[in-house]
């Protein structure tokens, strides 16, 4: 049977700056990048407050130097998502991806976190990626000169909506209340935006058109009433859910479903380790992120140290 040293689950900043530590601490760990390698950065533009580039620099760009950063120093990278997990034998830690099972003495789980969805349950997956999207990054150039709408009222929202004015002739940001989360200066930045118009107190309820997404429902969250609203584009930004479904019934997770944290980066498993926004519903940055994965890897290292 082939054990592995360290495996380390998700390939963002958490996943690839622990990575790059166990690789330089002669760990040679492998690392299980998931379906959608690089986690959220991949969907953003310019990060502009990694230190270092002072410049900025693109998420894609960022995630590719981190991934050949830890390559260089001998960490394995696959492309595996792993279905579930074992962790009773804390000894030999089993993970299942499809039919094959993979044995190690050591994980860092560093699965982060994905975009929320309506889920109205009207059926409105079949306009994903016909008008409905989560990333303006990703899609917003295919929205020149189109009318587009994003939904949420928190830091993320204003970001994109901001974003869709680059390409998009209006931009409507539909939110639930009469009050941004976002913080002031992002707040600063939307209403000095003359593009973007703000809908308060909307729900999205419906999505409409034939094939491709040409109108939205809204329904007013103070009286009710509804009204419709005719765009081209619908980019959500309500927040995130842990990546840590595959995980319920061995670590300890909170109500929200984020992992548990204790002493750093530890669970409730000596040879388990936590490292990023799977675990983080506070600070959720690309550099906290990094940070709890650079100390997920020094402590599993002090782990697979003192077991000999
Ligand atoms: P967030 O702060 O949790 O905001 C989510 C927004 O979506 C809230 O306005 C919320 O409304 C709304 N919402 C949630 N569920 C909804 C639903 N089912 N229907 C309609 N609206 C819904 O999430 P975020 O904006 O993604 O930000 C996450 C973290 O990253 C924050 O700490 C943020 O500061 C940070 N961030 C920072 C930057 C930056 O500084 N450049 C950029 C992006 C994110 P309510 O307000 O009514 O709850």
Known sequence: MNKEKLIIIGSGPAGLTAAIYAARADLKPLVLEGQNPGGQLIGTTDVENFPGFPEGILGPELISNMRKQAQRFGARTEFKTVDKVDFSDHNDLKLFVGKETLHTEAVIIATGASARWLNLGKGEEKYWGKGYTACATCDGAFFRDKITAVVGGGDSAIEEATFLTRFSSKVYLIHRRDELR?????????????????????????????????????????????????????????????????????????????????????????????????????????????????MAALDAEHYLTSKG
């Open 182 to 294: 976002a913080s002031k200066a992002m707040q600063k930045r939307l209403f000095e935006n003359k593009k973007i118009e703000v809908l308060w107190n909307k729900n999205v309820t419906d999505l409409k058109g034939q094939l491709n997404l040409t109108s939205v429902e809204l329904t007013d969250t103070v009286d009710g009433k509804t009204s419709e609203l005719n765009i081209d584009g619908l980019f959500m930004a309500i927040g995130h859910t842990p990546n840590t479904a595959f995980l319920e019934g061995q670590l300890n997770l909170h109500d929200n479903k984020y992992l548990k944290v204790v002493n750093h980066t530890h669970s409730n498993i000596p040879s388990v380790f936590i490292a990023g926004d799977c675990a983080d519903f506070r600070y959720r940055q690309a550099i906290t992120a990094a940070g709890m994965g650079c």
